[in-house]
C-alpha cells in the first residue's frame, strides 16, 4: 500500500524476524530439567510433608498465575481470588460427591463454572480499575465467604448443596484412581499445573496477550488500535477463573475434606502481595509467590517460628521489592545472578593474571 | 474530506468546544490554537473517547458519531497521543501490527505492510528491538507508524514532534508531508511549532476556547489579526 521501494526493504529484513535465540533454547532447557527435577526427583528426596506441602505450591502457583494476568498482563486489581478458588472446590467437590466421573472430567467442568461465575463477578471490573476494583473484589470475596460459612463445602450430603451437618462418617472427597497416594497426587498436580502454564503461555503469546498488553499501558491507545477492551478484559477475567477454578479442584482433591476457615478473604490480600512480590508480570513470579505463600510459611513452621511473622515479612517484603525491584524476585534474581556470575568470572581471572584487577572493578560497578 | 457542524463539548461547566463549525478537505490540514483550546478534546470526539453535547461529524460520507468507538480504527481512523503511548512491552513490528490485526485487514499482508509502515517513517532501529529500548524521537515514530499502517482515512496527529530537537522535528515534518500521498488519508496535524505547521499544511483552522476563530490557506490564517491576538492572549472573549 505505501511505496514499492519498502517492499524491497521489507523482504531484505525478512530473516530477521525470525531469529532462533540461543536464549530461548537455554530457557527451554533449564524448564525441561527443572520440569523433570520437580515430577521425578523432587518427591524422593523430601518427606511427606514437604510433599503436601509442594502440592500446595503447585496449586497456589496456578492462582498466583491467574492473578498474574490480571494484575500483571491487563492492569486490573483483584483482592477476590481466593474465594475464586473455593469456588472451584466447592463445584469441584459438589461434582465428586456427585457423580462418579472421571477427575480430569470434573477438573475440566469445575474450570467451566468457575470460569462463568468468575467472569460474572468480575463484570465491575469492564467499569471500575485500580482501587476502586480492588474494593469491589474484596467485598464480593467477603460476601462469598459469609456465603460459603452458612452453606458449608459439600461432604457427601444430598440436594444442592450437598452437605449434611448430621454425618458421622464423613467421606473423603475422591482423588483420580492413577494419583491415590500423596507424592502421586503431588505428581498429578504438577503435572495440572504444567498445561495451565501453557495455556496461559499460549494466550500471553499471542493475540490476547498483545491487546492485553495494550490495555495495560493505556485504555484509550488500546481503543484506538481498534481493540475491544471490554471483550479482552472479560477473556483476561475468562482466563484467570478458568485456572483458579481447576486449581480449586486440584485443591479439593488434596485436602480431601473442605472446610470454610480454609479460604479466608484477607488470604486474596496476602495473595496479591506475594505475586507482586514474585512478579506479576512473569509466570516464574507466579512459582516464586506459590513458593513465598506455601512452602516459606511451612518451612518456618517446621523450624518452630510463628507464620504471625509472615504477614509482616510479606508487608515489608512487598514494599523493598516494589520500591528496590518493581518487576518483582523473578525479575530480579537472574539478573542479580547474571551479576554475580560476572563478578566470579571478574574475580576468577584476576587470580590468573594480577593485571587483570582493574577490568574487573569496571566490570562490575 | 470531514465535515463538522456545530460540535459542542462541556465537561460540567467547561465548555471545551463550543459550536466548532468547520471542514477539512484532503492533504495535511493543520489545528492549531492556544493551550486548553479545545484541539485534543476534538480528536478525542473523532476517535469517540468523548460523547459531545451536539453536532454532527460526517467523514467521507459516514456518520463518524455512529460508529463504536474501537470500530474506528477498522473504519479508518488513526491517531497519535500528545503524550506518546507506544507499548513498551511488546516490541516495535508487534506496536504497528497490533493495529493491523484488530483492523479487520488481511493476516497474508501483515507482515509487508508492518514493514512498509516502519521503513515509511524512516524508523532505522530492529523491527522486533523492544520499545523500551527506543529513544523519545523513535517512539514518536513508532506512534506515527502505527497511524499511518493498513488502510487510514483520517489520520490526527496531536503534536507528534513536541519535546522532539529541531533536527528530529525536521525528519517528522518530512514524513507527515508524505502521509497523505503515501496513504490517501486525510491527515490533520495539531502542533503548537508554527514552522511545522505552515511546512506541512497547506490549510489550517484555529480554534480558541473551543470556537473556531479563522480557517483557510495556511500563510492567510497565520497572519490573521485574530489568529495573533488569540495566540498574544488579548482576544475578546
Ligand atoms: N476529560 C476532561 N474532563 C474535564 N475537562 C476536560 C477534559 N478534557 C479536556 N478538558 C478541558 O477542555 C479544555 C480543552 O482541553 P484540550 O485538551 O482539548 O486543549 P488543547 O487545545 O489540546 O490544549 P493543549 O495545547 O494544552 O494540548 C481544557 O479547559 C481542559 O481542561
Ligand atoms: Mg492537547
Redesign the pocket.
Known amino acids: 500500500m505505501l511505496d514499492t521501494a519498502n517492499v524491497t526493504a521489507s523482504t531484505r529484513r525478512g530473516p530477521v524476524l525470525r531469529r532462533p535465540t540461543t536464549g530461548a533454547l537455554v530457557r527451554g532447557v533449564v524448564i525441561t530439567v527443572l520440569v523433570l527435577f520437580a515430577l521425578f526427583a523432587l518427591p524422593q528426596l523430601i518427606s511427606l510433608y514437604y510433599v503436601d506441602t509442594m502440592t500446595e505450591v503447585a496449586i497456589y502457583a496456578m492462582v498466583a498465575l491467574g492473578l498474574g494476568v490480571l494484575v500483571g498482563r491487563v492492569g486490573l486489581i483483584s483482592l477476590g481470588q481466593v474465594a475464586i478458588l473455593a469456588l472451584g472446590a466447592w463445584v469441584a467437590a459438589r461434582l465428586l460427591f456427585a457423580t462418579s466421573q472421571p477427575f480430569p472430567l470434573v477438573l475440566l467442568e469445575a474450570g467451566v463454572i468457575t470460569m462463568a461465575l468468575g467472569t460474572l463477578i468480575g463484570l465491575p471490573a469492564l467499569r471500575l480499575r485500580g482501587l476502586y476494583l480492588a474494593l469491589i473484589t474484596l467485598m464480593l470475596a467477603g460476601a462469598f465467604s459469609i456465603v460459603l460459612a452458612t452453606t458449608n463445602f459439600p461432604n457427601g450430603g444430598h440436594g444442592f448443596l450437598g452437605y449434611n451437618g448430621s454425618l458421622i462418617n464423613i467421606p473423603a472427597i475422591r482423588r483420580p484412581s492413577i494419583a491415590l497416594t500423596d507424592p502421586a497426587y503431588y505428581r498429578y498436580s504438577v503435572v495440572v499445573a504444567i498445561l495451565m502454564f501453557l495455556l496461559v503461555f499460549a494466550h500471553v503469546r499471542t493475540r490476547p496477550g498483545r491487546a492485553w498488553a495494550a490495555i495495560r499501558q493505556s485504555e484509550p491507545a488500546a481503543l484506538a488500535a481498534g481493540i475491544n477492551t471490554t471483550l479482552y478484559k472479560l477473556w483476561a477475567l475468562a482466563l484467570a477463573s478458568f485456572v483458579t477454578g481447576i486449581a480449586g479442584g486440584v485443591y479439593a482433591g488434596a485436602a480431601h475434606y473442605l472446610y470454610s476457615i480454609d479460604f479466608p478473604a484477607q488470604d486474596s490480600i496476602i495473595l496479591l502481595a506475594v505475586v507482586l512480590m514474585g512478579g506479576a508480570y512473569s509466570m516464574w513470579g507466579a512459582v516464586v509467590a506459590a513458593l513465598l505463600l506455601e512452602f516459606l510459611p511451612a518451612w518456618l513452621n517446621n523450624l518452630g517460628v510463628s507464620n504471625d511473622w509472615l504477614t509482616i515479612l510479606f508487608g515489608v517484603g512487598v514494599l523493598q521489592v516494589l520500591t528496590t525491584a518493581p518487576a518483582g524476585l523473578a525479575d530480579q534474581v537472574p539478573k542479580d545472578l547474571a551479576k554475580l556470575g560476572r563478578l566470579l568470572t571478574g574475580l576468577a581471572r584476576r587470580g590468573q593474571s594480577p593485571a587483570g584487577g582493574n577490568a574487573v572493578s569496571e566490570e562490575t560497578q | 474530506m470531514i465535515e463538522v457542524n456545530d460540535l459542542t463539548?462541556r465537561?460540567?461547566g467547561?465548555t471545551?468546544l463550543d459550536g466548532m463549525t468547520v471542514s477539512f478537505d484532503a492533504g495535511t490540514c493543520g489545528l492549531i490554537?492556544?493551550?486548553?483550546?479545545?484541539?485534543?478534546?476534538?480528536f478525542?470526539v473523532l476517535s469517540g473517547f468523548?460523547r459531545p453535547a451536539s453536532g454532527t461529524v460526517r467523514a467521507f460520507g459516514d456518520n463518524l458519531l455512529s460508529i463504536v468507538h474501537f470500530r474506528r480504527a477498522r473504519w479508518g481512523v488513526r491517531r497519535t497521543f500528545?503524550t506518546e503511548q507506544a507499548i513498551e512491552q511488546l516490541s516495535v513490528f508487534q506496536n504497528v501490527a497490533l493495529i493491523h490485526e484488530h483492523s479487520g485487514l488481511s493476516r497474508a499482508s501483515r507482515r509487508a505492510d508492518v514493514l512498509d509502515a516502519i521503513s515509511f517513517v524512516g524508523l532505522r532501529c530492529d523491527p522486533q528491538a523492544s520499545v523500551a529500548t527506543l529513544s523519545a524521537g523513535d517512539r514518536r515514530l513508532v506512534e506515527v507508524a502505527r497511524a499511518v499502517v493498513g488502510k487510514p482515512k483520517l489520520v490526527l496527529l496531536?503534536?507528534p514532534a513536541a519535546g522532539l530537537p529541531d533536527s528530529e522535528t525536521e525528519h517528522m515534518g518530512e514524513v507527515i508531508r508524505q502521509i497523505p500521498e503515501q496513504t490517501g488519508a486525510l491527515t490533520i496535524l495539531?502542533d503548537?511549532d508554527m514552522s511545522l505547521v505552515s511546512a506541512c499544511c497547506s490549510t489550517t483552522a484555529v480554534?480558541d476556547f473551543?470556537k473556531l476563530i479563522a480557517s483557510g490557506p495556511t500563510a492567510q490564517v497565520l497572519r490573521d489579526e485574530h489568529v495573533i491576538r488569540a495566540y498574544l492572549g488579548t482576544a475578546e472573549v
Open positions: 463539548v465537561f460540567g467547561v471545551s490554537g492556544p493551550n486548553g483550546a479545545g484541539k485534543t478534546t476534538f478525542n468523548v500528545q496531536d503534536e495539531v503548537h480554534l473551543g
